[in-house]
């Protein structure tokens, strides 16, 4: 039972990991995105449809590897709208979020419906591993992350090692979060907060996508244009992590596992004698949020520039 509810519990956390570091490369330039909802369920819809349109000629690992690159290239096209709303039109980025987060859903049912006659995308769950070679045989760490897993999890930890080392030991990173702090000193040194905000943005979307197909497949076999709040999850995650990446992986974790234990509460003996209604566990995530959040979000410091729009003549 051990071994079950960490296995599920990294099926919510690496999803969660991989889009709320897509916000912390956003909000560092600066840029709010809470468009991460709506980027997960364009990524997820067009990453499912296109594993299901080739899985037949092309199935196993090298699919669900390409559908990958398409769901993340799809939240970088999307991310264009939101970055030039919010960059270069100046507009409102809380509206441009909601805006997104509006469209994706009606946008993927409303295809779905056209190229399937269902709002459902049904695919075959090809991708689980079974059992690693030597790896599956180490105690204790060998069931729990090296049987029965998917190759997206040791993905959502290798980009979490790469953007911990981008946005702390590059250049790129220094001058990332120069912008998110102070823009206009930034700019003073030759930097383009324009160009670095671009790029904080589409990287943001390009792992809002990636999350969106990484949550789908460990858990579902049908998508049907609901990513089940995950985005929304992220955005928690970000600020619980205090847009830190070590942090934000142990703030996953936590809600991964609020989330395994409503999930699989029914396999759990304990948890099913204590005869509590279905609902109460299904909830239970969402009110952890907010009351994380609540006691928390004081005590965190966002990017000092983060949601003003750059205006150069400023100082």
């Known amino acids: 039972m051990f071994y079950f509810v960490i296995q599920h519990t990294m099926f919510s956390m690496i999803p969660l990991v991989i889009v709320a570091l897509g916000g912390l490369f956003s909000e560092k330039s600066g840029v709010v995105n809470i468009a991460l909802e709506g980027k997960m369920i364009m990524g997820a819809f067009t990453g499912i449809m296109f594993i299901t349109t080739f899985q037949d000629r092309l199935p196993g690992q090298p699919i669900l590897l390409l559908g990958l690159l398409v769901a993340a290239g799809t939240g970088v096209l999307v991310s264009l709208f939101h970055a030039y709303a919010a960059i270069n039109l100046k507009a409102n980025q809380i509206i441009s979020g909601v805006a997104i987060n509006m469209f994706a859903p009606a946008f993927a049912v409303y295809t779905s419906r056209i190229i399937t006659g269902t709002q459902n995308v049904h695919f075959l769950n090809q991708f689980r591993i079974p059992y690693m070679p030597i790896l599956g045989n180490i105690p204790v760490i060998g069931p729990m992350f090296f049987q029965n897993t998917y190759i997206t999890t040791y993905m959502g930890l290798v ?68 990513v089940s709040g995950f985005g929304f999850l992220a955005l928690a995650v970000l600020i619980f992590g205090a847009w830190k990446p070590q942090r934000i992986l142990f703030a996953a974790f936590f809600f991964g596992l609020m989330n395994a234990m409503a999930a699989s509460y029914a396999a759990i003996d304990f948890l099913r004698d204590l005869e509590i209604p279905a609902h109460f566990y299904r909830m239970s995530p969402y009110v952890a949020t907010l009351i994380v959040l609540a006691f928390t979000s004081k005590n965190t410091m966002a990017p000092k520039a983060v949601g003003q729009p750059y205006d150069k003549g400023r100082r």
């Open 159 to 226: 980009i979490l090692a790469i953007a911990a080392f981008v946005l702390y030991k590059t250049k790129f990173g220094l001058r990332l979060r120069a912008c998110g702090e102070h823009p206009q000193a930034a700019d003073s040194v030759g930097v383009s907060v324009i160009k670095m905000r671009y790029a904080g943005v589409l990287i943001s979307g390009g792992l809002a996508g990636l999350g969106g197909v990484i949550l789908i497949i460990p858990t579902q076999t049908v998508f049907s244009g609901s």
